[in-house]
């Protein structure tokens, strides 16, 4: 059995009762050619053109609990006061939106929260974004971490479950504690320092060259394959 994470696996030995020698971990492997093949979508360049000018935040998670986006609301809100000219970029739908909507209306964010339900080109949108954030309860990997990193921005995550399997703090990225506001403003505030942010963009490229490369993961897979073959 291929685990995407240490965690996976984890789970698997604790609640399913698996022998540790069937189970293997493979990282993702981010499938470079697949992402820059992707359509842009004239609709979205649409709604994001005039953000030039503004500090972005992007989170691109499905809307669910998991995810936690009502904290990243709750953070935005307080972070609105720091940076006045700050933009929140919402990519995603599911069982908490209506929740979500409202809550972000409450808080008096709403409107500078752009809502898009889905994006084929993730590329196109992250390249506006100063930052990307994932501020969930708990993933099993997070895939567009990897993305995140491909189109060259700092990332900010939660120090939770696999995470810390992909991002390591204040080398490729920024880990925060999970449901703590204060703590995530001040990681969104380093990140307007562009010495820190190149400092976390470089060395996310070299974490996707060495620990999630493509070719990497094909290989891996074949020869996990291939040993379980010769095993029977």
Known sequence: ???ISNQIKKYFLKKIKVPNSKLKVIYYGLNKTDLNKKKKSKLIGIQLRDLKNFFVISCIARHVKQKSLDFLKKTFQQFK?????SKLILVGD??????L???????????????????ENVLQL????KVFVLPSKYEGFG?????????KKPIIASRVSAIPEVIK????????KHNDIKDFNSKLLRIKNEKI??????????????KFNFNKMVNLTNETYKEAILQK
Request: net charge positive; with cysteine; charged share 25%.
């Open 1 to 3: 059995i291929i685990c």
């Open 81 to 85: 006061k720091i940076e006045t000219k």
């Open 94 to 99: 599911g069982p908490e939106t209506k929740k």
């Open 101 to 119: 909507k409202m809550l972000a209306k409450n808080l008096g964010v709403y409107e500078d929260i752009i809502w898009i339900n889905y994006v």
């Open 126 to 129: 992250l390249k506006l974004s």
């Open 143 to 151: 895939l567009v971490l990897l993305e995140a990193m491909y189109a």
């Open 169 to 176: 703090n204040n080398w490729n990225g920024l880990l925060i």
């Open 197 to 210: 942010s190149k400092k976390l963009i470089k060395n996310s490229q070299i974490t996707l060259k060495k």
